[in-house]
């Protein structure tokens, strides 16, 4: 199983921007997908999750309403839409499926910063 994550960049505060995670080595539509960050010198901390169905699973009540997760079953594609983006969202950017496989992607940074 293959994660590739993308879309991270250096952003102002109450910017937005569309991560998106490309999954490969298994069968893309049958997994709930999550995405998850580790802020800098911190742990990895779980934030948003999306059923097969398409439902939103929310971990993370500080990206509550900010951040949208969306997924593309025909590209094996999972997204995350954030807004109003917060200098403590600052932190290096995963997906994964649910159960977590072992292996995780590289992830894409996100910086947010005046």
């Known amino acids: 199983v293959q994660f590739v994550e993308s879309g991270g960049a250096v952003v102002q505060p109450g910017g937005s921007l569309r991560l998106s995670c490309v999954v490969s080595?298994?069968?893309?539509?049958?997994?709930?997908l999550s995405w998850s960050r580790q802020p800098p010198g911190k742990e990895r901390e779980l934030l948003i999750g999306?059923?097969?169905?398409?439902?939103?699973?929310n971990y993370k009540t500080s990206v509550k309403g900010r951040f949208a997760i969306s997924r593309d079953n025909a590209k094996s594609t999972v997204y995350l839409q954030m807004n109003n983006l917060k200098p403590e969202d600052t932190g290096l950017y995963f997906c994964?499926?649910?159960?977590?496989?072992?292996?995780w992607g590289p992830g894409t940074q996100v910086t947010v910063s005046s």
């Open positions: 994964n499926r649910v159960p977590r496989f072992p292996a």
């Open positions: 080595g298994l069968t893309f539509s049958e997994y709930v």
């Open positions: 999306i059923t097969t169905g398409g439902d939103t699973i």
